[in-house]
């Protein structure tokens, strides 16, 4: 059984930061890639960031150079340090890992909202 929790959203005001980080708990689960999605009011859920288990790293357009994912593979946690958030950051942030079986599980979610 695979489980994800986020936490540190919360609300922070436009040009500011924030620490999101995820901790899974999955005894033996071989995690492949880890990752953070968002959704937005309205919107269809888009990926943020992933890490694979290298460290090797791919960001959405929309965020590269603001945001940066971390993972320790022996904790198994991620993290996503946002910088320079803008209002268009505002969402829903969900963690999700996938297995060495292409299964996919995700975290309840956490809210991230940036004040103009």
């Known amino acids: 059984q695979v489980q994800l929790m986020e936490s540190g959203g919360g609300l922070v005001q436009a040009g500011g930061s924030l620490r999101l980080s995820c901790a899974a708990s999955a005894n033996r689960v071989t995690i492949n890639l880890m990752s953070w999605y968002r959704q937005a009011p309205g919107k269809e859920r888009e990926l943020v960031a992933t890490?694979?288990?290298?460290?090797?790293?791919d960001y959405a357009d929309s965020v590269k150079g603001r945001f940066t994912i971390f993972r320790d593979n022996v904790k198994n946690t991620v993290s996503l340090q946002m910088n320079r958030l803008e209002p268009e950051d505002t969402a829903v942030y969900y963690c999700s890992l996938r297995n060495d079986r292409g299964t996919n599980y995700w975290g309840k979610g956490t809210l991230v909202t940036v004040s103009s």
């Open positions: 890490i694979n288990s290298g460290g090797g790293t």
